[in-house]
């Protein structure tokens, strides 16, 4: 059974910076790419970040790009995203999931609220 259990998110002033993580279990996460989505209070989920298999290669949506990295650790079937110069506009719920899935093969989410 595909499991994604995302943890780290709170609330966080504005310019502020936090870290999510989640764990991966029940399919071959080193050999999968993974993506972050983010769902914003009232509004559709949108892709935010699409990590490869290669740590290094790493793509993200214009709105976060420059503030956002991604980045994981395939030993500990771990994903994380380090956020920072956070704004208002990125509060959402976020959520990993498996690249391809179209954020349907996704965790149960971790609440971010960045406060004015």
């Known amino acids: 059974e595909i499991r994604l259990v995302e943890s780290g998110g709170g609330v966080v002033e504005s310019g502020g910076s936090l870290r999510l993580s989640c764990l991966a279990s029940?399919?071959?996460?080193?050999?999968?790419?993974m993506a972050w989505f983010r769902q914003p209070p009232g509004k559709r989920l949108m892709w935010v970040s699409t990590i490869r298999v290669n740590p290094a290669d790493a793509t993200y949506a214009d709105d976060v790009k420059g503030r956002f990295t991604a980045s994981r650790h395939n030993a500990n079937n771990s994903l994380y995203l380090q956020m920072d110069d956070l704004e208002p506009t990125d509060t959402a719920t976020y959520y990993c999931a498996i690249a391809g899935s179209g954020g349907t093969a996704r965790g149960q989410g971790t609440q971010v609220t960045v406060s004015p």
């Open positions: 029940g399919f071959t996460f080193s050999n999968t790419d």
